[in-house]
C-alpha cells in the first residue's frame, strides 16, 4: 500500500465503490442483513459455486426431509 497523495485516494475510492455494492446487495435481497454479517458470509462463501442472489436472500440450509424410504437424497 503506497501512501502518496494517488496512492491513497485510490484505496479510498476502492474502499468507497466496495461500500456502495456491498449497500446495493443489501437493499436488493429479501432478507435483512446486517450490513457487517453480509461482509463476513461473503468472505467465507467467496468461492463457493452457488447462485449468489439465492444464497443472499436465504441463506440458511433448511434440513431435507427423507424420501418415502427414510433416505436422505445426496444430490
Known amino acids: 500500500m ?3 497523495q494517488n496512492a491513497v485516494q485510490i484505496q479510498i475510492w ?4 466496495g461500500i456502495l455494492l456491498l ?4 437493499k436488493k435481497v429479501i432478507y435483512k ?3 457487517s454479517n453480509l461482509v463476513s458470509f461473503i468472505r467465507m462463501n ?3 459455486k452457488i447462485d ?4 443472499a436472500n ?5 434440513k431435507k426431509t ?3 424410504n427414510g433416505q436422505f437424497s445426496v444430490f
Not at 476502492?14 to 465503490?17: D, F, R, S, Y
Not at 449497500?23 to 443489501?26: A, G
Not at 449468489?52 to 444464497?55: R, S
Not at 436465504?58 to 433448511?62: M, N, V
Open 46 to 48: 467467496i468461492f463457493v
Open 14 to 17: 476502492t474502499v468507497l465503490i
Open 23 to 26: 449497500k446495493y446487495i443489501q
Open 33 to 35: 442483513w446486517n450490513l
Open 58 to 62: 436465504d441463506p440458511f440450509i433448511k
Open 52 to 55: 449468489f442472489w439465492q444464497w
Open 66 to 68: 427423507p424420501d418415502k
Open 2 to 4: 503506497g501512501t502518496s
